[in-house]
């Protein structure tokens, strides 16, 4: 594959830099390594998305879950990547960003290969992951990735961007760092809600700390006018200080919080589970998380008008007495991920236009 160059005004050619001063880089200095012709062709990281991009992704999810209503608008879809092959590494617990993605590939016709666990690959046998990714890369047109090791999809992307075959690495969950795709559902599901984004108010709820859905949510949020995020969570699971430095600089307004009911002025509540497998010492279980719960009787507090949003899994913070409320949208939001994971795949794939 010829050397992607970092632009004119740079001339880093990025192949030659070792992995290290490869990722060190900032986004917006190896975002064209991830770009092909000129599209995002690797998805890794939320802000690789602008505002056009996003745009371009919702009519798209938006013409294609109509096209899918119909026996032969789905035999159509099914035959424009039918020729390609997709493996699926999730080696963290998934089941809808999994089946999303499994049935977003089915909708294009890409037939699906899967990994779930390390135990079950050959890493068990002491495999490095980076051959594990080779392996795959060796049958496979795309891979899509779940890992606990927050920069395995990104280095993925490095090392088979180099290969003589360049295939599409999407990040599917990258420990608690980055959760790209989730947050277009999410920012698609608020388009959908409310017919657009800008001028919302946002309170996110939870683990705001290891929350990779929180990160990457603020990140998409930053194109878009007019935001505000109160972020809402005890002392030690505040948003962590690279992604307050972050806010700083963007565009986002923001308060942060440790009262729920400051959920008061809110067009969108994001709650989140508490992500204790990222736990070192068992610090989740020392604190009473049950002030960030959502009750009933906080519905009272919401406005009329507004979402209630959740990635799922949830726990106690979101009790199923809510899911009657006509706010309560986290069953859409659902579904709305395999739509626009659909119309990501056929963006990579550039059969966009043929939809
Ligand atoms: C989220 C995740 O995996 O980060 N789930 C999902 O992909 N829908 C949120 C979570 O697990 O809490």
């Not at 890493?123 to 049958?139: C, F, N, Q, V, W």
């Not at 996110?204 to 878009?224: A, E, H, P, Q, V």
């Not at 307050?244 to 009262?259: P, R, T």
């Not at 409320?325 to 991920?337: M, V």
Request: net charge positive.
């Amino acid at each position: 594959m010829p050397a992607k160059k970092l632009s004119q005004k740079h001339s880093i050619d990025l192949n030659k830099l070792s992995w290290n001063d490869f990722h060190a880089l900032p986004l917006t200095d190896k975002s064209a390594f991830f770009k092909k012709d000129p599209r995002v062709f690797d998805c890794l990281f939320a802000g690789q998305f602008d505002k056009d991009i996003l745009n371009d992704l919702f009519k798209l999810a938006d013409k294609i879950r109509t096209k899918a209503q119909t026996k032969r608008g789905l035999d159509k879809l099914q035959q424009l990547l039918s020729h390609k092959r997709a493996c699926l590494y999730f080696a963290q617990p998934s089941t809808r960003t999994f089946l999303s993605f499994q049935n977003a590939c089915h909708i294009l016709g890409i037939k699906t290969s899967d990994i779930r666990s390390t135990a079950a690959s050959s890493e068990a046998k002491g495999e490095s992951l980076e051959d594990t990714i080779r392996t795959m890369h060796s049958y496979v047109d795309l891979i899509i990735i779940r890992h606990s090791n927050p920069y395995i999809a990104e280095k993925a992307a490095w090392i088979i961007n180099q290969t003589e075959r360049p295939i599409p690495i999407i990040n599917a969950g990258s420990g608690p760092q980055e959760h790209p795709t989730q947050a277009l559902l999410d920012v698609y599901t608020i388009k959908r809600a409310f017919g657009r984004v800008n001028d919302k108010k946002i309170a996110m709820i939870g683990d705001l700390k290891r929350g990779r859905t929180i990160r990457s949510l603020t990140y998409l949020l930053n194109n878009y006018k007019n935001i505000h995020i109160n972020y809402i969570s005890t002392d030690s699971f505040k948003i962590p200080d690279d992604l307050v430095e972050f806010l700083d600089k963007s565009n986002i307004s923001y308060s942060q919080s440790d009262n729920i009911e400051s959920i008061k002025d809110a067009d969108i509540v994001y709650l989140t589970r508490i992500q204790d497998e990222y736990d070192v010492n068992n610090e989740s279980k020392l604190v009473d998380h049950s002030n960030y719960w959502l009750k009933k009787e906080h519905l009272k507090l919401l406005k009329k008008d507004s979402i209630i949003l959740h990635p799922l899994p949830r726990r106690n913070e979101l009790p199923e007495e809510i899911d009657d409320d006509p706010r309560a949208l986290y069953w859409q939001q659902e579904r709305n991920g395999m739509w626009i994971r659909t119309a990501l795949l056929a963006y990579i794939f550039k059969v966009d236009k043929a939809i």
